[in-house]
């Protein structure tokens, strides 16, 4: 009986698989790993339609639909391999004291600022009606950007007519998914310390009475995460300004409820003031993964470090073609120069990028998501004008200096400068590929900073202030301008182990921790291994002989025991 079912299942199979293939064209033929490395990401487009109450915006992997008359995000669903596997149980819900944000209290409108296939842009303005009898209308602007990459950035503006003293305000989601994990991040710390930990049984809770940035809930297949850049503002002592809380929890769907607080206060607190006629804005942030279709090359993403020196400033031929017998596909150099300006001999470049392409790898430049090099043309000039308080960030005391190589001198930014910085950035970029063939970039130390002191000359919402709504909205500007200019084009980023969802999704691999060791291999699948739910790589490095570093064969073994071909190395 056995036997005979056996017989009929691969009958069917082969039927299906003849049909398919008359149906869709001649057989499919395996390709070299160099072809299927350049084979042209998938679509990451954005598609807008206007419905009577709503307007529905479709990514590829991910459908949000936003209320006209508040603003708000009413439903989203995402999607992995044609499936549903996350979506919101109700409407997001922004509680401001006696005000609501909801469909029965609402009355605005909703217009297309803008729209494009990676970005549209939506504006919703209004009043909204108190829960209490007596309290007027209080009018409100929310400019909503949603992003190619899952993201979405609601900038709100709140204008009462008289004070209005808040003791709460609130941003709250209830979804399902296939969530094992919960990590909160703070608006004071880059994340590398970020606590995390399996969720509670359903019924249970995890609460944290710190300055809230992102919250987030994650398993191997989906993620889901709120943000805000001014998470606890007003918060009295003790009281949780973001929690998890789990209704149901099955072996594979998870129903949680995310909240973050930006201000509350007891009920005979004083509240925070909100003056009248005067504008108060904060932003909150919501990032989906899977956020793209899966490339067939993501296996296949092995990255071999070239580094060099003061006296070897390039690599020769030989030691690309070592790497690329090691099995490596990607050759990144780490210590170029500004990205389209090439460290000295600078002829030297188009040679090493020949031989790697010839080699079959592909080419990245490295760049670091907040160092800059001292000698880039613009950074001079910003110094000479006086004008660097204006750029100026504060990792490694400001500074970052090789002993083994001088040109290695680099300038701390702050990720959140709004003083050109970023255009400038994504300029040096543009450059690198007009003049050069470059297949991508290695960022890193991408994390979100919390060290700046300049929050007046940068504008920043808040005196300690983790700079991610900015550093997200870089990695994104950068993934469209690479895709635009090389649609095969890889991004890595080296997170070290701050997992944070709007930090990463816009990178193919991630680099995590730099040879730390890994305490458990069911720790690392927790922390690390949910990196398939975008469909990215993950790296691993050994690390050298501190003692809190992996070696080399415990790096060997992690990658083999974790999926293998993550194992990276450097010259
Ligand atoms: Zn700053």
Redesign the pocket.
């Given at each position: 009986m056995k036997r005979a079912f056996t017989l009929m299942a691969i009958f069917a199979v082969t039927t299906v698989d003849r049909t398919t293939s008359s149906a869709s064209g001649p057989e499919p033929r395996s390709q070299p790993i160099t072809a299927v490395l350049r084979e042209p990401l998938p679509p990451e487009r954005l598609q807008l339609s206007s419905e009577s109450h709503e307007i529905v915006i479709q990514g590829p992997s991910f459908r949000y639909a936003l209320d006209k008359a508040s603003g708000i995000i009413v439903a989203l669903q995402v999607e992995r391999e044609g499936h549903p596997v996350l979506r919101l149980v109700e409407p997001a819900r922004l509680v401001i004291g006696p005000y609501s944000l909801d469909t029965k209290h609402a009355r605005g409108s909703t217009a297309i600022t803008s729209q494009s296939d990676a970005r549209i842009v939506l504006k919703t303005e209004g009043t909204l009606k108190s829960s209490l009898p007596g309290d007027l209308d209080l009018p409100f602007t929310v400019v909503s950007n949603f992003f190619n990459d899952g993201v979405v950035v609601a900038e709100w503006t709140l204008r009462p007519a008289k004070d209005l003293a808040l003791r709460e305000l609130r941003h709250e989601v209830v979804a399902s998914g296939p969530f094992r994990h919960y990590l909160h991040k703070t608006r004071d710390r880059d994340g590398f310390d970020a606590p995390w930990g399996s969720l509670p049984k359903p019924g249970g809770r995890v609460g944290f009475s710190t300055r809230t940035s992102c919250l987030q809930v994650f398993g191997p297949r989906a993620g889901l995460a709120l943000f805000t850049d001014r998470g606890a503002t007003h918060a009295s002592g003790g009281g949780e300004t973001a929690l998890v809380a789990v209704k149901s929890l099955g072996d594979d769907l998870a129903t949680v409820s995310l909240a973050q607080y930006l201000v509350r206060d007891a009920e005979s607190g004083p509240g925070l003031v909100l003056k009248a006629n005067t504008p108060f804005t904060f932003r909150a942030g919501v990032s989906v993964v899977p956020n793209r279709l899966p490339h067939p090359r993501q296996r296949d993403l092995r990255m071999f470090t070239w580094v060099g020196d003061e006296k070897h400033p390039y690599p020769s031929d030989k030691e690309i073609h070592d790497a690329a017998q090691l099995g490596f596909t990607l050759f990144q150099m780490h210590r170029l120069g500004t990205p389209g300006e090439p460290r000295p001999p600078a002829g030297e470049l188009n040679r090493v990028i020949d031989t790697v392409h010839r080699a079959g790898m592909l080419f990245l430049w490295t760049a670091n998501a907040d160092l800059m090099y001292a000698c880039a043309p613009r950074v001079r000039e910003m110094q000479a004008q006086g004008k660097w308080r204006l750029w100026q960030g504060f990792n490694y005391g400001g500074r970052y200096t090789a002993p083994m190589d001088r040109y290695c001198d680099l300038l701390a930014t702050?990720l959140?400068?709004p003083n050109g910085l970023a255009d400038y950035r994504i300029q040096c970029d543009a450059n690198m590929m007009d003049r050069y063939q470059v297949d991508g970039m290695y960022i890193d130390d991408n994390l979100a900073y919390a060290n700046?002191t300049?929050?007046k000359e940068?504008h920043?919402p808040e005196q300690r202030y983790d700079c991610l709504i900015e550093l997200h909205e870089m990695n994104w500007r950068r993934r469209q301008l690479l895709r635009a200019r090389c649609p095969h084009t890889v991004l890595v980023d080296h997170c070290t182990t701050a997992m944070v969802l709007p930090v990463i999704c816009d990178f193919d691999a991630h680099l995590y921790g730099e040879g730390y060791s890994f305490s458990a291999a069911e720790t690392y699948w927790a922390q690390f291994g949910w990196i398939r739910s975008m469909h990215a790589q993950g790296f691993i490095w050994p690390g050298d002989d501190e003692p809190q570093r992996c070696a080399t064969q415990i790096a060997y073994n992690y990658d083999l025991l974790t999926g293998g071909g993550q194992y990276t190395y450097l010259d």
């Amino acid at each position: 009986m056995k036997r005979a079912f056996t017989l009929m299942a691969i009958f069917a199979v082969t039927t299906v698989d003849r049909t398919t293939s008359s149906a869709s064209g001649p057989e499919p033929r395996s390709q070299p790993i160099t072809a299927v490395l350049r084979e042209p990401l998938p679509p990451e487009r954005l598609q807008l339609s206007s419905e009577s109450h709503e307007i529905v915006i479709q990514g590829p992997s991910f459908r949000y639909a936003l209320d006209k008359a508040s603003g708000i995000i009413v439903a989203l669903q995402v999607e992995r391999e044609g499936h549903p596997v996350l979506r919101l149980v109700e409407p997001a819900r922004l509680v401001i004291g006696p005000y609501s944000l909801d469909t029965k209290h609402a009355r605005g409108s909703t217009a297309i600022t803008s729209q494009s296939d990676a970005r549209i842009v939506l504006k919703t303005e209004g009043t909204l009606k108190s829960s209490l009898p007596g309290d007027l209308d209080l009018p409100f602007t929310v400019v909503s950007n949603f992003f190619n990459d899952g993201v979405v950035v609601a900038e709100w503006t709140l204008r009462p007519a008289k004070d209005l003293a808040l003791r709460e305000l609130r941003h709250e989601v209830v979804a399902s998914g296939p969530f094992r994990h919960y990590l909160h991040k703070t608006r004071d710390r880059d994340g590398f310390d970020a606590p995390w930990g399996s969720l509670p049984k359903p019924g249970g809770r995890v609460g944290f009475s710190t300055r809230t940035s992102c919250l987030q809930v994650f398993g191997p297949r989906a993620g889901l995460a709120l943000f805000t850049d001014r998470g606890a503002t007003h918060a009295s002592g003790g009281g949780e300004t973001a929690l998890v809380a789990v209704k149901s929890l099955g072996d594979d769907l998870a129903t949680v409820s995310l909240a973050q607080y930006l201000v509350r206060d007891a009920e005979s607190g004083p509240g925070l003031v909100l003056k009248a006629n005067t504008p108060f804005t904060f932003r909150a942030g919501v990032s989906v993964v899977p956020n793209r279709l899966p490339h067939p090359r993501q296996r296949d993403l092995r990255m071999f470090t070239w580094v060099g020196d003061e006296k070897h400033p390039y690599p020769s031929d030989k030691e690309i073609h070592d790497a690329a017998q090691l099995g490596f596909t990607l050759f990144q150099m780490h210590r170029l120069g500004t990205p389209g300006e090439p460290r000295p001999p600078a002829g030297e470049l188009n040679r090493v990028i020949d031989t790697v392409h010839r080699a079959g790898m592909l080419f990245l430049w490295t760049a670091n998501a907040d160092l800059m090099y001292a000698c880039a043309p613009r950074v001079r000039e910003m110094q000479a004008q006086g004008k660097w308080r204006l750029w100026q960030g504060f990792n490694y005391g400001g500074r970052y200096t090789a002993p083994m190589d001088r040109y290695c001198d680099l300038l701390a930014t702050c990720l959140a400068s709004p003083n050109g910085l970023a255009d400038y950035r994504i300029q040096c970029d543009a450059n690198m590929m007009d003049r050069y063939q470059v297949d991508g970039m290695y960022i890193d130390d991408n994390l979100a900073y919390a060290n700046c002191t300049l929050a007046k000359e940068h504008h920043h919402p808040e005196q300690r202030y983790d700079c991610l709504i900015e550093l997200h909205e870089m990695n994104w500007r950068r993934r469209q301008l690479l895709r635009a200019r090389c649609p095969h084009t890889v991004l890595v980023d080296h997170c070290t182990t701050a997992m944070v969802l709007p930090v990463i999704c816009d990178f193919d691999a991630h680099l995590y921790g730099e040879g730390y060791s890994f305490s458990a291999a069911e720790t690392y699948w927790a922390q690390f291994g949910w990196i398939r739910s975008m469909h990215a790589q993950g790296f691993i490095w050994p690390g050298d002989d501190e003692p809190q570093r992996c070696a080399t064969q415990i790096a060997y073994n992690y990658d083999l025991l974790t999926g293998g071909g993550q194992y990276t190395y450097l010259d």
